[in-house]
């Protein structure tokens, strides 16, 4: 196993790691070059894009840093992270204009000369007249000049191309800022050369959960999750629910896959039905593969969430293979004329109760055709409803061949958008539950 020794670097002041070749763990650190990310302009969605297939690939992302368009400043990011990271990965600054000085500061700060490639600038000239039409700015000159001895990335889909190149133990790679092109070379270039550098992966499996708040779940695996070091188990509170990511580190995928079964059988021990799948992206998703799976079709009948239940279920490909539409019955008379809710029902219990969101969901399971209906109606606010029912007070409702259900709820004085949210997860959950053969009015 090489060691890792310490270099001074000429005229730079103090130490930097250079690492030996070895096993051990590369670790990295992604700089975003822009003052319009500084200005909140735009979001630093590469950071989010490079970070995933870094960790893919068993390297350690311990550092994100932005900075403007400003030499001095990209200088002093570069010198901190040279000395904690043995790979530095930069987007941005790599165009033709004025303040694009990406390369020229790296290449002083790592002592390497600027080249002109005449064969890259062919290219970028050929690329204006054949896509642009228009002939090349000569600006777009330097973006053909490349650091003395690096490895070229090419830029199918632009006209800077990127590069890498290894100084004193740290590698240096630098990509363009626009998302498509950076997601074009990572995916080309990027992966295959860092793919050499790394030695271990890393697999990662998202235990989706809802029904319990994420200090709850922390309360019941704090123990467990506190004595882990590979793998690891972490909480992540997402909108209206709790997912746990488990890690594992290992020379193979295979073998980190096998690390982290023992990891999710825990997890599941634990929490139980609560956990509603691994490496789903929602409830929705985990109710879509199921209803398939049965042969099942569904219909919604909502009011409060505006047709939120149907958006989530609409928003992927192949719904129409079970789902048979929807009613938004906002006003209580939709509820009566459309989904045929009783109207002497309405009068009694209001159009906020358990009684009216059963035969929500029996209506429009009638009216639609399908195996089952699920309903919502509540209280979203900002006022309590005309009949003085509390802001977050939900009802969802299930009718199927076998009988009609109710799952009472009570949010509390939440956001709007929160309440809606909450909503339409309980509605799905209440679906999911009946699927799988679980209770459904509680949870």
């Known amino acids: 196993m090489g060691e890792a020794v310490t270099a001074v670097r000429p005229g730079g002041p103090g130490p930097i790691r250079k690492k030996m070749p070895s096993i051990m763990p590369h670790t990295a650190e992604l700089i975003a070059v ?40 990209l200088k002093e990011a570069l010198d901190i992270a040279r000395r904690r990271a043995d790979i530095l990965i930069t987007t941005g600054g790599l165009g033709p204009t004025y303040d694009d000085l990406t390369k020229q500061t790296i290449c002083e700060a790592f002592g390497r000369p600027l080249i002109l490639h005449p064969d890259i600038l062919e290219d970028i000239r050929a690329f204006y007249e054949s896509a642009l039409h228009v002939p090349m700015p000569e600006n777009n000159t330097q973006q053909a000049e490349l650091p003395e001895g690096c490895v070229i990335f090419d830029n199918p889909v632009g006209t800077a191309p990127g590069c890498a190149f290894e100084a004193e133990g740290v590698h240096v790679l630098m990509l363009p800022g626009p998302p498509h092109e950076m997601g074009t070379m990572l995916r080309r270039h ?27 779940i922390d309360e019941l695996l704090h123990d467990k999750m506190a004595r882990m070091t590979n793998p690891t188990l972490a909480t992540y509170a997402k909108p209206c629910e709790v997912r746990l990511r488990a890690t594992a580190k290992a020379a ?59 958006e989530k279920l609409t928003a ?37 109760s358990a009684e009216c969101a059963r035969a929500m969901a029996e209506g429009v399971r009638t009216i639609t055709g399908a195996d089952l209906g699920v309903s919502v109606t509540g209280t979203a606010g900002p006022d309590p409803d005309e009949r003085g029912v509390p802001v977050g007070i939900v009802y969802v409702g299930l009718a199927a061949p076998d009988g009609t259900w109710c799952r009472a709820l009570d949010f509390g004085r939440r956001r709007r958008d929160r309440i809606q949210g909450l909503a339409a997860n309980h509605a799905f959950d209440v679906v999911r539950r009946y699927l799988q053969g679980l209770p459904i009015e509680a949870v």
Not at 192 to 205: D, K, M, N
Not at 257 to 266: C, I, K, T
């Open 252 to 310: 193979t995928e295979e073998e980190a896959r096998s690390m982290l079964a023992p990891v999710e059988r825990m997890v599941l021990d634990a929490l139980g039905d609560i956990v509603y799948g691994v490496d789903m992206m929602d409830l929705a998703e985990c109710c879509h593969s199921q209803l398939l799976r049965r042969g099942l079709t569904l219909a919604t009948a909502e009011s409060c969430t505006g047709g939120l239940v149907a």
């Open 316 to 352: 992927r490909p192949g719904i129409s293979a079970f789902y048979r539409g929807g009613v938004v019955s906002y006003w209580t008379s939709v509820k009566a004329d459309v989904l045929h809710v009783p109207q002497d029902l309405l009068d009694e219990y209001g159009p906020v």
């Open 190 to 216: 990027v992966e295959p050369y860092l793919r050499r550098l790394s030695h271990e992966v890393i697999v990662s499996r998202d235990i989706m959960t809802f029904g319990m708040g994420e200090s709850s």
């Open 34 to 73: 822009g003052t319009e990310l500084l200005l909140g302009n735009i979001a630093n969605t590469n950071a989010q894009v490079l970070s995933q297939s870094l960790s893919a690939l068993g390297i350690d992302v311990f550092w994100h840093t932005v900075v403007g368009d400003n030499p001095e400043r």
